[in-house]
């Protein structure tokens, strides 16, 4: 009976640790963060209102990391003509963040989350590149292996699936 319980215990653990996070149809987290400028931005109400992209990059200034925030950037008047706002997040200061924005001319706002308040309501316990829609405060589509140099593609592709 013994050697029963031990893998029934580790099966379990495990099967909530694959259903732990946001899925499609959540309801947006409600919180607040701090941007790149060091002001506070309540990002529960930008996430309530129209459609929102948020995407997770591990680290401000890296290769990879410039690759996704770039794609984003030469896609931003595509995206904008279908009124998405984005937001960028990684757990880098907000005087790193300001200075990889300007750096790279990247349009949108980035998220300074050094206390942990956004990864911990999106459920990450890492820092991994992942992208997210929401419209109207819904959980519409999200890509938690999010691509480098092609993440502004992947999500107008997500966009236009939405839209059929």
Same mark, same amino acid.
């Not at 109400?45 to 990879?64: H, I, L, R």
């Not at 999106?122 to 890509?143: E, M, T």
């Given at each position: 009976?013994?050697?029963?319980i ?12 694959l ?6 149809? /959540?309801?947006?987290?409600?919180i ?5 400028? *060091?002001? @506070? $931005?309540?990002?529960?109400? %930008? ?6 992209v ?5 680290k401000?200034?890296?290769?990879g ?5 770039? /794609? ?10 279908? *009124?998405? @706002? $984005?937001?960028?997040?990684s %757990? ?8 990889f ?10 998220i ?18 992942q992208?997210?829609?929401f ?15 092609n ?14």
């Amino acid at each position: 009976m013994k050697l029963l319980i031990i893998p029934l215990m580790i099966f379990s653990l495990f099967a909530n640790m694959l259903s732990a996070g946001l899925e499609v149809g /959540s309801d947006a987290p409600q919180i607040s963060a701090i941007d790149h400028t *060091g002001n @506070t $931005i309540d990002l529960g109400a %930008a996430f309530n209102t129209g459609t929102t992209v948020v995407f997770f990059y591990p680290k401000a200034m890296t290769p990879g990391c410039t690759k996704q925030a770039c /794609s984003l950037r030469d896609s931003w008047e595509l995206l904008q003509q279908r *009124g998405v @706002t $984005i937001f960028g997040i990684s %757990a880098d200061t907000a005087k790193t963040q300001a200075a990889f924005r300007n750096k790279h001319q990247l349009p949108f706002t980035l998220i300074a989350d050094t206390d942990k308040v956004v990864s911990t309501a999106f459920d990450k316990s890492r820092w991994s590149r992942q992208a997210y829609i929401f419209k109207n405060g819904k959980l519409v589509w999200l890509d938690l292996k999010a691509s480098t140099a092609n993440q502004a593609d992947d999500v107008l592709a997500a966009l236009d699936e939405l839209e059929k």
